[in-house]
Nanobody, 112 residues
Framework: VQLQASGGGLVQAGGSLRLSCAVS???????MGWYRQAPGKQRELVAT??????NYADSVKGRFTISRDNAKNTMYLQMNSLKSEDTAVYFC?????????WGQGTQVTVSS
């Protein structure tokens, strides 16, 4: 399974970005999600999506929305009301048959 994350960039505080994660095949993948890692900090689970449910870190609830489009083999993370503390490298992952696969990461920088 190959994953390709994209959509990161530089945005002002209060702005929005949409990250995409293209998956080589979304077939049989139930759990998908996004992590992020800021400089000097541990990797943080941002959001996950499974059939029928989504979960978010408290720090992004109400601002971020995770979704998937099976027809396009793509997962998204819509990020609104961005804050400087959202600055990080964002990684997408999927869980298939008990194995976790990762994308390469996309940098999100929020200027205050």
């Amino acid at each position: 399974v190959q994953l390709q994350a994209s959509g990161g960039g530089l945005v002002q505080a209060g702005g929005s970005l949409r990250l995409s994660c293209a998956v080589s095949s979304i077939f049989a993948i139930n759990t998908m999600g996004w992590y992020r890692q800021a400089p000097g900090k541990q990797r943080e689970l941002v959001a996950t999506i499974t059939p029928g449910s989504t979960n978010y870190a408290d720090s992004v609830k109400g601002r971020f929305t995770i979704s998937r489009d099976n027809a396009k083999n793509t997962m998204y993370l819509q990020m609104n009301s961005l804050k400087s503390e959202d600055t990080a490298v964002y990684f997408c992952y999927v869980l298939k048959y008990g194995t976790q696969y990762w994308g390469q990461g996309t940098q999100v920088t929020v200027s205050s």
